[in-house]
T-cell receptor, first 115, second 114 residues
């Protein structure tokens, strides 16, 4: 079975541009979460979606937005890119809405570099 | 606010040694705790998941314990191998104003020499 897949794997943008990252969860998983990992730090929670509804949002500015589609895939959008947005963006999927008892499975990430 | 701390930040050991990685968290109201492995530039691989009602989980050479009351978890790696070299991340699943999410430590970078 395929794991969590993310695209693109690497991309380079310039300040002020916009970026869209994509994620396909493990088959059967209905919850998708997004995390940002800056070099040398642990991942930080951005969003969680379940059944196309936003269930949680971390401490990120409104330039960050996301959505989930009927097939449970998800997109993360970042507008007006800043140098500080350079990071590895990780997508995770799980079976349950809150994953209070469930395990999160992560993809390989999308490495964003903002110049 | 939940905070997760991992000690040490880096660890170097010769092949064959048994080792312990430490994780502490400030709020004991967690749903579960998960240990991950991350190779350089790669995503996270789940190693072990411990529910809040459990005390430990084992998978092969790995054993993770959880003491929720004291806010501590340890990851024990037996008979370390060079292939174990990676960064190990501890994360607790908790509820806060953001919803429910994993809160991560900064990780312990392990280097096992042959």
């Amino acid at each position: 079975d395929a794991g969590v897949t993310q695209s693109p794997t690497h991309l380079i943008k310039t300040r002020g541009q916009q970026v869209t990252l994509r994620c396909s969860p493990i088959s059967g998983h209905k919850s998708v979460s997004w995390y940002q990992q800056v070099l040398g730090q642990g991942p930080q929670f951005i969003f969680q979606y379940y059944e196309k509804e936003e269930r949680g949002r971390g401490n990120f500015p409104d330039r960050f937005s996301a959505r989930q589609f009927p097939n449970y895939s998800s997109e993360l959008n970042v507008n007006a890119l800043l140098l500080g947005d350079s990071a590895l963006y990780l997508c995770a999927s799980s079976l349950a809405a809150t994953t209070s008892t469930g395990e999160l499975f992560f993809g390989e990430g999308s490495r964003l570099t903002v110049l | 606010k939940q905070e997760v701390t991992q000690i040490p930040a880096a660890l170097s050991v010769p092949e064959g040694e048994n080792l312990v990685l430490n994780c502490s968290f400030t709020d004991s109201a967690i749903y579960n705790l998960q240990w991950f492995r991350q190779d350089p530039g790669k995503g996270l691989t789940s190693l072990l998941l411990i529910q809040s009602s459990q005390r430990e989980q084992t998978s092969g050479r790995l054993n993770a314990s959880l003491d929720k009351s004291s806010g501590r978890s340890t990851l024990y790696i037996a008979a370390s191998q060079p292939g174990d070299s990676a960064t190990y991340l501890c994360a607790v699943f908790t509820a806060n104003q953001a919803g429910t999410a994993l809160i991560f430590g900064k990780g312990t970078t392990l280097s096992v020499s042959s």
